[in-house]
């Protein structure tokens, strides 16, 4: 069966639930199709002690402050869940949940978004699909080779599963850090990283990174030098448990290995680490998957894009993959100007 409607938001998380809000309020039909069963997006999936980068004043999306999270500065993944179903409910956004969305296709002046329960034909698609489902690993010689554990940041839960054993985490972002933080005082932590890990003073927070953020495209649309943004600043913020276990020199980074061996790990001078486990913590990529059938893929599985919009499909935004879709776009504080944005071009184009 095929429906009709103005527009299609792909993906219920943060990002779709921001565009909604501001379609809502600009009276634009539309619907928002979600693969998850539930509501939360890729928050319902992050590891136990995950704490967000900002206060709950700071993580907010539009039109709805996050609540505070009693005893906590910087909420968890579970508190976050609760925001995002709490925002859903209150602006009685329409998502439809356990909807997979296989492709997105020109059909005349519509677009049909195929799913696996039906399909849809839209004026306009806003992609808000995120990066949680294509979790990246580099290809470092060796991995087949290593007869232990491998999982990517998406797979971890907790410490209690690797208490006393022999554990190497690879990446020196936050995610890196924090799952280190988490297994530094029940492993044999091993915490490998490209560079030195490079802290954010401890006073700055997530709404300090999209001022940078912002001041930077800000900067670069105005054909003024490269601030630098975020990167300038650092790349770890240290949230109370990153904090802790750093000043308790628990937190010890060694250079990036050369390779895998069957059972551990080695570096180019000779020396090597065994290990029961490896936890990859290298970041992910655009679940564009979807987008296959309109030809638009560019390099690093982006798009080209003018703001949100496709530069080749006017009827098409992609939001929330990071600052290629707007300054802090992956951020829940960030994720909504370019939505507001998005929605007011959507508008446009269906009064057109």
Known sequence: MTQRTDVVVIGGGQSGLAAGYHLRRLGVEH????????????????????????PAAYSSLPGRLMPLQPGETYPDGRHVVEYLADY??????????????DAVRRDGTRLRVE???????????????????????PAV????EFSGRQLHTVQY?????????????????NSGAQIAAD??????????????????ADDIDGRALFDAATARRRALDAGRTDTGGVASLGDIV??????????????????????????????????????????????????????????????????????????????LHALGYGDWTGPASATLIGVGRPARDAAREIAELLRA
């Open 31 to 54: 619907v928002i199709l979600d693969a998850q069963t539930a509501p939360g997006g890729a928050w319902q999936h992050t590891w136990d002690s995950l704490r967000l980068f900002s």
């Open 88 to 101: 859903e409910k209150r602006y009685e956004l329409p998502v439809q949940c356990g909807v997979r969305v």
């Open 115 to 137: 799913g696996d329960s039906g399909d849809w034909r839209a004026r306009a698609v806003v992609s808000a699909t995120g990066t949680w489902t294509r979790p990246f690993i």
């Open 141 to 144: 010689p060796g991995r087949r």
């Open 157 to 173: 839960r907790s410490p209690a599963e690797f208490a006393g054993q022999r554990v190497i985490v690879v990446g020196g972002g």
């Open 183 to 200: 297994l530094a005082s029940v492993a044999e932590l091993t915490w490998v990283t490209r560079r030195p890990p490079r802290y954010l």
């Open 238 to 315: 240290a949230v109370p448990p990153v904090r802790a276990a750093r000043d308790a020199g628990l937190l010890r980074a060694t250079p990036m290995f050369s390779h895998l061996a069957e059972d551990g790990v080695a570096w180019a001078d000779g020396t090597t680490a065994q290990a029961d486990a490896i936890i990859w913590c290298t970041g992910f990529r655009p679940a564009l998957a979807h987008f296959a059938p309109l030809g638009l893929r560019g390099t690093r599985g982006h798009i080209a894009t003018v703001g949100t919009c496709a530069a080749d499909e006017p009827r």
